[in-house]
């Protein structure tokens, strides 16, 4: 077993920063392949970003392309996802998630392809 937590949520302005960390119990963090995903009220859990095991394939909706960047720091057990130029539209509980058996090294965008789930942190973006 492995557990997530999230932290870094908050409120704020339409333009703004915020960075969300995602801190993974175990020595087996180098090995997962890590995601964030995000649901907004009355829809569907949706993909936002991914990196593969090794960090070297990285892959973005289309949605947050060019402004939220995921990374890790394997030395920390922790996975991070930066968002900048944040929009109201961004407003949603936003999840971690980890593989920790990836068959190859690709940056995962299925749902159904992680096993472990954080609780969530609320991102709210005011106009």
């Known amino acids: 077993q492995v557990q997530l937590v999230e932290s870094g949520g908050g409120s704020v302005q339409a333009g703004g920063s915020l960075r969300l960390s995602c801190a993974a119990s175990?020595?087996?963090?180098?090995?997962?392949?890590m995601g964030w995903f995000r649901q907004a009220p009355g829809k569907e859990r949706e993909f936002v970003a991914a990196i593969s095991r090794s960090g070297s394939r990285t892959y973005y909706s289309d949605s947050v392309r060019g402004r939220f960047t995921i990374s890790r720091d394997n030395a920390k057990n922790t996975v991070y996802l930066q968002m900048n130029s944040l929009k109201p539209e961004d407003t949603a509980v936003y999840y971690c998630?980890?593989?920790?058996?990836?068959?190859?090294?690709?940056?995962?965008?299925?749902?159904?392809?992680?096993?472990?789930w954080g609780q969530g942190t609320q991102v709210t973006v005011s106009s």
């Open positions: 175990g020595r087996t963090f180098s090995s997962a392949a």
């Open positions: 998630a980890a593989d920790l058996r990836p068959y190859s090294d690709g940056a995962k965008i299925l749902q159904s392809e992680y096993d472990y």
